[in-house]
């Protein structure tokens, strides 16, 4: 063989490769978007099982919200202290709650809360939900007032968010986009 013939035989394998890796390159790229695609555009089912599924939930909502929210502090509420149930969650009883998960702001003369509570399996979650709905104090901070209040549920969890519009509304909304498919909603 020739020096030009091997140059020639050269040049062709170079291509040869730059194509193949160019071709495998570009499939990459095309399937990573098409799951990134997937994975925008289908719910995936959030797991609501412990006081930490629902801390998480808090935060995945709040990563969505571009409303400037307070200082806010994730907590587990104690169940069987009734004085911090019936304050957080308008429930004058724990009987068919399994966990309650809130976020307030870190000074408390701000009208801000989001309360999740897990109900347990077998329990009424309609019921519950609107016990909630009907006997939050908006007025739990003594110098400010909520004035709204949204209530959903989903899987076996009920969720209360009550604020001023410009903060309760986008952290709401967030939260039913996460969630999929929710129950009857309740808003005053």
Do not use: H
Not at 15 to 29: C, D, L, Q, S, V
Not at 64 to 78: F, G
Request: hydrophobic letters at 40%.
């Amino acid at each position: 063989m020739n020096k030009k013939t091997k140059i020639i035989i050269c040049v062709i394998i170079i291509i040869a490769i730059i194509a193949i890796a160019e071709y495998i390159f570009m499939n990459i790229n095309k399937n990573n978007s098409q799951n990134t695609e997937n994975t925008n555009n289908s719910k995936t089912e959030i797991a609501l099982n412990t006081t930490e599924d629902l801390q998480n939930l808090i935060a995945k909502t709040y990563e969505n919200v571009t409303a400037e929210l307070p200082k806010l502090n994730t907590s587990v509420i104690d169940v069987n202290d009734s004085n911090a149930l019936k304050y957080n969650t308008g429930l004058d009883s724990n009987k068919g709650i399994e966990a309650v998960v809130v976020s307030e702001p870190l000074m408390s003369s701000q009208a801000y809360s989001f309360v999740l509570v897990k109900v347990k399996e077998g329990t009424n979650v309609e019921n519950i939900k609107q016990q909630m709905f009907d006997n939050i104090d908006i007025r739990k901070w003594i110098c400010v007032e909520a004035e709204k209040v949204y209530a959903t549920d989903s899987q076996n969890v009920v969720a209360l968010i009550m604020s001023n519009e410009e903060w309760a509304k986008p952290v709401y909304d967030s939260l039913k986009t996460l969630l999929g498919e929710t129950g009857k909603e309740l808003e005053k």
